[in-house]
Nanobody, 120 residues
Framework: VQLQASGGGLVQAGGSLRLSCAAS????MGWFRQAPGKEREFVASISWDGGRTDLADSVKGRFTISRDSAKNTVYLQMNSLKPEDTAVYYCAASGVTAWESRRIGAYNYWGQGTLVTVSS
């Protein structure tokens, strides 16, 4: 399974970006991020049908995860970006569960990552 994330870039604090990732069938999808010197952390996940979502507390109210089944694409809409959101963002597909999950171990397939840099 090949996952391709796109949409990263440089944005000023308070700005917005939308990340996209080709979805991988009827399975849960997630977004994780890893900042320099830190461990990879959960950002958002969505169930196979888009009916259930979960967001990390640090991004609630600012980020939204969604999926378009017709386009087979998962999106991460990021608004009100902060410098602390700077990280490489990874798209992941479960292949194990159809339901959203915060666990890295629930995801078997990972994209190459896309860099998001938020300047202050």
């Amino acid at each position: 399974v090949q996952l391709q994330a796109s949409g990263g870039g440089l944005v000023q604090a308070g700005g917005s970006l939308r990340l996209s990732c080709a979805a991988s069938g009827r399975t849960a999808m997630g977004w994780f991020r890893q900042a320099p010197g830190k461990e990879r952390e959960f950002v958002a996940s969505i169930s196979w049908d888009g009916g259930r979502t979960d967001l990390a507390d640090s991004v609630k109210g600012r980020f939204t995860i969604s999926r378009d089944s017709a386009k087979n694409t998962v999106y991460l809409q990021m608004n009100s970006l902060k410098p602390e959101d700077t990280a490489v963002y990874y798209c992941a597909a479960s292949g194990v569960t159809a339901w959203e999950s915060r666990r890295i171990g629930a995801y078997n397939y990972w994209g190459q990552g896309t860099l998001v840099t938020v300047s202050s």
